[in-house]
């Protein structure tokens, strides 16, 4: 008769038991990543069902096919600031988690003014429906440089109230007032009844002189130095041609101090015009002989050639 060996049959029981202990140890991280991805699936529906289609503005205006922020909401990277009708809001197509980051994808949403119905318009009605299909792969390739991906990274762990925290820190509130949501340029433009719409004047000047209008028996300032603004990128894409209005303040010494956007015209050339007027030189106004500070209207025209 064999004898048995008790040794071996507790070496198999521990075997056994081992065995067992990493079964369940298996299920249980199974389980738990089980459950993390459909928290992580009911969050991205969550998230979707509240800003898929929404139309957002981004705090700062920053311009750029892919932007990327950090946990804060401070944007990452050398992306430059622009101006609101061409770099401050975007429409949300699609929001998902992915290696702890909110991804973002949508399209930019561009405005230019139409100077007919008094309001600004979404890009695409720029062109009439006949051009859009005369010039169909123009069309395409312009709506598709609209295209923008956001990347926002999300504290490990993070639930909707913390992420939604974040998303208010990126993006400016939907009731937000157009003065803290676009530059000084468009203060009077947006608040023209409010008597300190101008933007402050620089530092440099200690005290800002008296303005007034150019009056009869004035001499106005002349130009000296007029540089023509070079086309914003939107706004030969899609080509729109017309006239901005600024008024702008010259100083007593024929220096460009202050300026204020009066009637736009969109897709960033309001901004671009009132950067390069800013450069110009004038001889000064002349009341009774001697220099003063006054305002003037200067319109600049875009032109397609």
């Known amino acids: 008769m064999l004898s048995e060996d008790p040794k071996g049959d507790r070496s198999l029981v521990k075997i056994q038991r081992s065995s067992v202990v990493s079964a369940v140890l298996l299920l249980m991280i199974l389980s738990l990543?089980?459950?993390?991805?459909?928290?992580?699936?009911?969050?991205?529906?969550?998230?979707?069902?509240?800003?898929?289609?929404?139309?957002?503005?981004?705090?700062?205006?920053?311009?750029?096919?892919?932007?990327?922020?950090?946990?804060?909401?401070?944007?990452?990277?050398?992306?430059?600031a622009g101006d609101w009708t061409i770099c401050r809001d975007i429409r949300i197509n699609d929001l998902k988690m992915a290696d702890g980051h909110l991804q973002i994808s949508g399209r930019r949403v561009l405005w230019f003014f139409d100077s007919i119905q008094k309001k600004f318009r979404e890009v695409p009605e720029i062109w009439p429906e006949d051009q859009k299909i005369k010039e169909k792969k123009k069309y395409e390739k312009q709506m598709k440089s609209l295209s923008v991906s956001l990347r926002l990274e999300v504290p490990r762990g993070a639930d909707q109230a913390q992420i939604?925290?974040?998303?208010?820190?990126?993006?400016?509130p939907p009731d937000a007032s157009p003065l803290e949501t676009t530059?000084?340029?468009?203060?009077?433009?947006?608040a023209p009844e409010q008597q300190d719409c101008w933007p402050a004047a620089p530092r440099t000047v200690k005290a800002p002189a008296p303005v007034s209008k150019v009056l009869p028996g004035s001499k106005p300032p002349k130009p000296v130095f007029t540089p023509d603004p070079d086309y914003s990128e939107a706004g030969r894409g899609w080509r729109l041609q017309g006239i901005t209005s600024l008024d702008v303040v010259v100083d007593a010494e024929g220096v460009v101090r202050r300026i204020t956007i009066t009637r736009p015209l969109g897709l960033g050339l309001d901004v671009t015009a009132a950067e390069k007027v800013r450069t110009w030189k004038f001889e000064p106004a002349l009341k009774s002989g001697k220099p003063v500070q006054v305002t003037i209207q200067v319109e600049v025209n875009f032109n397609l050639y």
Request: charged share 20%.
């Open 183 to 190: 530059s000084p340029l468009w203060a009077c433009y947006f």
């Open 33 to 80: 990543h089980a459950f993390a991805t459909d928290d992580r699936a009911s969050l991205d529906q969550k998230l979707t069902e509240l800003y898929k289609g929404k139309t957002v503005m981004v705090r700062g205006s920053y311009c750029g096919s892919s932007l990327e922020f950090d946990g804060s909401g401070k944007v990452l990277g050398g992306n430059q």
């Open 164 to 172: 939604e925290s974040l998303l208010k820190n990126t993006f400016w």
